[in-house]
């Protein structure tokens, strides 16, 4: 196997996440926190919650982005390796939905940096999430 490939085939097999909050109600994050639960239990996939974006291989954000989050946002992605890739989790992190034209938010995540997969819902269930993970294998299967 090829130093690519392997490296795909490790990303597919065990994928390393980090969660960020940019301005959600929280709802969002508790339905992603609910994929780790046992009920759910995404580690069985390899899907891994990770502490820092040097490790991370998908950014799952949620929330639509306040002016406060937009740099914290950004320098997150870029300490990220790459390939890297981008969930926009619920309606707000993916259009900024009704926030979207409070003064002090930007709009969704893809205002800041690039999103691979938008998983809608407000807030998305956590099959939706999985769903949008299984989508994004798809992606990384595609690219090298
Ligand atoms: S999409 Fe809904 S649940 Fe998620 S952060 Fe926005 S308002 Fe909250």
Redesign the pocket.
């Known amino acids: 196997m090829s130093p690519i490939n392997l490296s795909k085939w490790a990303r597919l097999k065990s994928p390393w996440v980090l969660h960020f909050?940019s301005?959600?109600?929280?709802?969002?994050?508790i339905?992603v926190v609910a994929l780790l639960t046992p009920r759910y239990d995404v580690e069985r996939f390899g899907i891994l919650l990770k502490g820092t974006p040097r490790h991370a291989d998908i950014l799952i954000a949620?929330?639509?982005v306040t002016r406060q989050a937009a740099l914290r946002l950004k320098r997150i992605y870029e300490l990220m390796p790459e390939p890297k890739f981008v969930m926009a989790?619920?309606?707000?992190?993916?259009s900024g939905?009704?926030?979207k034209k409070c003064y002090n938010v930007l709009g969704g995540i893809d205002k800041v940096i690039p999103v691979d997969v938008y998983v809608p819902?407000?807030?998305?269930k956590p099959e939706a999430i999985i769903y949008g993970v299984t989508k994004l294998f798809e992606k990384i299967k595609g690219g090298s």
């Open positions: 909050n301005g959600a109600c929280n709802a969002c994050d339905e949620t929330g639509p989790v619920g309606a707000c992190a993916s939905a009704p926030f819902g407000c807030p998305p």
